[in-house]
């Protein structure tokens, strides 16, 4: 079992940052790569980023490319998402979640075993 537990979303205005953070425990030697995903009041969850524990490679979604960044420290099993220049459209509970199987990039649900309960962030025009 690998448990995540995400924290830094919270109220931001329209070009503001946030930080998200995932922190991993319990069996985390078994995750290849860890992403954050989002879903917005009424729409499906969709895949916003994804690193690799390893080599850190990394892989976005479109519409966060050049605005949000993926990280790792590997000594505190730790993920992050750096968010700047947030947009209303943005606003979302973000969700991270733990792949075991070694296949990149993985984008979709399924491919990830576990998840953390999500953090709301909300981005005022």
């Known amino acids: 079992q690998v448990q995540l537990i995400e924290s830094g979303g919270g109220l931001v205005q329209a070009g503001g940052s946030l930080r998200l953070s995932c922190a991993a425990s319990?069996?985390?030697?078994?995750?290849?790569?860890m992403g954050w995903f989002r879903q917005a009041p009424g729409k499906e969850r969709e895949f916003v980023a994804v690193i690799t524990w390893s080599i850190g490679r990394t892989y976005y979604a479109d519409s966060v490319k050049a605005r949000f960044t993926i990280s790792r420290d590997n000594a505190k099993n730790t993920v992050y998402l750096q968010m700047n220049s947030l947009i209303p459209e943005d606003t979302a509970v973000y969700y991270c979640?733990?792949?075991?199987?070694?296949?990149?990039?993985?984008?979709?649900?399924?491919?990830?075993?576990?998840w953390g309960q999500g953090t709301q962030v909300t981005v005022s025009s």
């Open positions: 319990g069996r985390t030697f078994s995750s290849y790569a």
């Open positions: 979640a733990s792949a075991q199987a070694r296949a990149f990039p993985p984008l979709a649900e399924y491919q990830y075993d576990y």
